[in-house]
């Protein structure tokens, strides 16, 4: 059975667009709406999926705009269902807004903000409960990679999830971003991630369900551009991108229509 070719936006925290800022600069309500338009008008091949996933104060305004059959995703999600919890959102809000995807375990959160297998795990847990899909991040660092532990560390990473969310995955995507090739220009390269990704599904063949095995997207995410698109999406195991700085340009259509 053919896997739906899924391509997610990060915006992360700086937003930029080409017509009205520079690169660095952190977004605005009219640079959000640029991107929009730009994949609203645009030719998007019906077969892929695409969630973009602006910062958090631009979730409602990318819902109201964005073309209906293009969902967004959250950058974060609490895991907890409401409460004193200064500065979190729920699932439940969420949801009240339109937003059916949340992004967890992203590294950035895992590295800067100390997020633990077992937090993103819950996260996951409480997302996916609440009805909303998951775009789950896991991937090593360059130290990890050079010890020969990729592989290690990304099926522990899965396996906090596994234990909390039990055989049901048919609402994540997971994302294998290497650390060592985020925003830093440097993609794995075809073969690196190919295999990466064979062994993630391997993994959920053999931990999770020979069904988990056969439907759960696995997309890519590290330095996704519209030139090295191409020849990732050729690969066996790769079901799409996550992609960061080249979803705020006007190429994200490009990437998305990889494969057509
Ligand atoms: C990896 C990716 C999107 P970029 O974080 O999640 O970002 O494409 O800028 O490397």
């Known amino acids: 059975m053919a896997r739906q070719f899924f391509v997610g936006g990060n915006f992360k925290m700086s937003v930029f667009y080409p017509s009205t800022l520079e690169k660095g600069q952190n977004g605005t309500v009219q640079s959000i709406k640029e991107i929009i338009e730009n994949l609203n008008n645009a030719k998007i091949d019906e077969n892929v999926e695409v969630v973009i996933s602006p910062p958090t104060i631009y979730l409602l305004l990318t819902r109201e705009h964005l073309r209906s059959g293009l969902e967004v995703a959250a950058q974060n999600v609490f895991n907890k269902p409401n409460g004193a919890f200064t500065g979190e959102i729920s699932v439940s809000q969420l949801k009240d807004s339109g937003i059916t995807w949340a992004l967890l375990g ?6 800067i903000l100390s997020e633990s297998d077992d937090f993103v795990a819950s996260k996951t847990k409480a997302a996916l409960d609440g009805g909303l899909g998951v775009i789950l991040c896991c991937g090593e660092s360059l130290e990890q990679r050079e010890a020969e532990k990729t592989i290690e560390v990304v099926t522990s990473q899965l396996k906090a999830v596994a234990d909390a969310v039990g055989k049901d995955w048919s609402k994540i995507v997971i994302a294998y971003e290497p650390i060592w090739a985020i925003g830093t220009g440097k993609v794995a ?6 295999e990466v990704h064979k062994a993630i599904r391997e993994w959920l063949k053999k931990e999770v369900s020979d069904e988990a095995a056969e439907k759960t997207r696995i997309i890519y995410g590290g330095s996704v551009n519209e030139k090295n698109c191409g020849e990732l999406a050729k690969q066996e195991d790769i079901d799409g991108f996550l992609v960061g700085g080249a ?6 259509v490009d990437i998305i229509n990889a494969k057509s």
């Open 247 to 252: 979803s705020l340009k006007p190429a994200f």
């Open 189 to 194: 390269s075809t073969e690196q991630a190919q």
């Open 106 to 111: 992203h590294s950035e959160r895992r590295t």
